[in-house]
């Protein structure tokens, strides 16, 4: 590096720095002297504000040393520092390199200068025994510039998305060449993301929301690398079309559903910076302002198309989005299912209508299911090997019911079978044939056919009805009515005939006393359709109503005559029952015969009542009588009535009759202990009755306080004590009735008493103290 070729001629520092001064200040124009070959200069670096040491050769310690320099693109060198080994002497323009001092014969350039570029020359003499040696060092020097810190400028801090961008990253100085990184961030911390770019120039063309965020440059070179601070880059944008969320989420070939009360959140979002401003729109009317709008409970009016719109404030820019929301709703209760009438196959009816959308219907049965329909679904379904009881489900689904409706068909099969009956109209113009059969799902099948096996009439379900003009020709006719259900197998059927009625009388003959009532019964013995009764008395009138003197008793299928006041000339004769229907008629005949008193036997003798007293508490009486005089007698008749004071007694009533014609003792019961009842017999000769006996009233039978009464009473005196307790005892019983007693004097007793002491006698009582 040092030039090694020197001249060795000895002389002092002074002649040298002025030779040297010389050689350098003519430099250019150096002597003639051929120059010394120059070696290559040496290459140095140094960086600005460090220090640099150049070395002047090596070997010996030279004599004298001499530095100069030459600065780039200049070429006049210019001393800088010069040392004989003892002292040193630095040129003071050499401080435009840094500082400058001498180390030995090597030159120290301390904070260097840019200004210290170019060639420096070392000047060395030697001594090489008795010769001078010069030898020359060329060194050339390079001061390296650090980067400043970078500086990164964007042509537009807040660029609308699509515009053109320029980021500069600009260096204030450093030595070439500088290189460069590019650093973006994006504002949400997604961690730097170095752009492969090495420029000091970032095109984004077109600038895109990606773009927006942090920005960082780095500069380097040999000597360092530095980092600018972080620019933001706010790409304006937006809003994007907006994105329309439902929930819960159903959807729709239109758009989306819910449920009716369900809530409902529709969430709009429509990218944009700065952020989007929402307004709700439902079918063109603003319901909300916001990203979410919020249905509580939604409701069928909720349905409608919804829009949202977004807007960015800062463009004034607006998009928006709309979906259609559908409010689904159950049909109304539950699906409802019927059986329709067949007899063949089985025909299930489900409907449920309603609802949005409709509902789906399917059927399913012990043997399978049915097909899907919506709103109804009917269903044929094969029978056989169905039981009794079968159960069929029809179910229905909705999108809006967590869990599906139900139905159910139990198929049944009437109990029994088909009844038949006819009815006519008033009047007997038209005879009905019904029949029916009650009950079964589906209900029964049933039509009438006639003998010959014609349908008349279409079928009808449970009951048939067929109307027949009323007509004399229709007697003996038949007709069947059958009945099928789809479980009974074979068919069942009922039949009628259609008869005139038949009908009986009790007796044919009847025999009344003349005054008595008597009876004629007439009943219905079958026969089709209902009969209707009547009587035709003996001159072939109808009786038409009861009268006083015939009483007509309708009591079921009887139809009795009571005949009253039975009169020989006007009620004996021949009396027709008949019996009508529509179809015919029949009748009986039945001769009644008044017998008139006396006409056939001679009067029965008078009779009179020796004894009426009363037994067990009132309820019961003992009656004992005498025949006064000839005559032949069969029996005898006791009559009763209640005993009022006055006219407007009751009627007298038969209360024993048939008793024997040699009795003449009789006990009635039955009684009532409040009734005070009068009492008379009769004698009866076969039919004719004997004049009534005097009436009389009941007495207590005596007891032991009576025969001192007796006595009294026998000789017309009253004892008032003992006759206010008779009095008391009988009018506590009969306060209406004026007593009579009779005082029998011997105690009560089976045996009749000895018709010498039944003598009655009469008191006659003042009563002045009130009951
Ligand atoms: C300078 O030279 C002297 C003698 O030649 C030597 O001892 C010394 O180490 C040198 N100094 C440097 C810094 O080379
Ligand atoms: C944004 O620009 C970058 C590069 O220019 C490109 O790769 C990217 O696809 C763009 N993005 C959008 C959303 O346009
Ligand atoms: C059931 O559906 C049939 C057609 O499939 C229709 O004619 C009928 O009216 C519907 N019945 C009801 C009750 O909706
Ligand atoms: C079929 O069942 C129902 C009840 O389930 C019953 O009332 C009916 O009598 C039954 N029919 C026959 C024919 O057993
Ligand atoms: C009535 O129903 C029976 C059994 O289903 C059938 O055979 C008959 O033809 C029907 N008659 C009429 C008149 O519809
Ligand atoms: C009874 O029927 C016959 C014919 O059969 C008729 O002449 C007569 O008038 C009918 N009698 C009554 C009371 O209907
Ligand atoms: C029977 O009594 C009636 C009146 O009560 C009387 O007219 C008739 O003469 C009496 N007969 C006899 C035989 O006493
Ligand atoms: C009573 O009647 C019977 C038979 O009816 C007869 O034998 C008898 O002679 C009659 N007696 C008198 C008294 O009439």
Known sequence: MVGQRAQHRPFGLPLLIHLCLLHLGASGKLPATPRPPMEEAASVQGVRGGSVELACGSGPAPLVVLWSFTPLGSVVPRPVAVTDGASTKVEPGASALGIVSLQNSSLLL??????????????????????LHTTYSYLTLAVLVPVSKPKVRLSDPSPVEGDSVVVTCAVREGTEPVTFAWQHQAP??????????????????????????WYVCSAYNVVNGLSSDGVFLDVVYGPDKPVITVEPLGLTAEGFWVSEKEEVTLSCLAASNPPSHYVWLCDDTQVHTGPTYVISSASRAHTGLYTCLARNSYLDTRTQTSVQLTIYYPPVGQPSCAVLPSSAAVTLLCTWPGGLPTAQLQWE???????????????????????NGSVFTCTGKHPALALPALCRATLWEPPHSPTCRITATVGDQLILLSCAWPGGMPPAMLSWVDEQGQPLGGNSSSLAIHMLQAQEDLAGREFTCQGSHLLRIPDVQCRLQLEPPQLTVAKTQVLVLEGGAAWLECALQGGMPPAQLLWLGPQGQQVERSTSEFVLHLEGAQLRLQIQGADPARHSGTYQCVARNAVGNSSQSVVLEVLSEGCVYPAPPNVTISRLTYRRHWREVQLQWAVQGPGNLTGFLVQQRASVSGPGAGAWETAASDIEPDSRDWQLGGLDPGVLYAFRILALNHHTTGHPSEVKTPVDPPFSIYPAVLGAAGTGMVVATVASLLVFQYAARHPQVFPRIETPTTTPSSDPAPESTDVPVNVTITVTATP
């Open 110 to 131: 301390r904070e260097l200068r840019e200004s210290a570029r170019g060639h420096f020359l070392c000047q060395a003499l030697h001594v090489f025994g008795d010769q």
């Open 188 to 213: 949400q911390g997604l961690g730097e993301v170095l752009v492969g770019v090495k420029e000091p120039l970032l095109w984004l063309d077109p600038v895109n929301r990606t773009h927006l965020g």
């Open 365 to 387: 049965g012990p043997h399978g299911t049915g097909p899907t329909a919506p709103s109804n679904a009917t269903w044929t379904s094969s029978v056989t090997r169905l039981s």
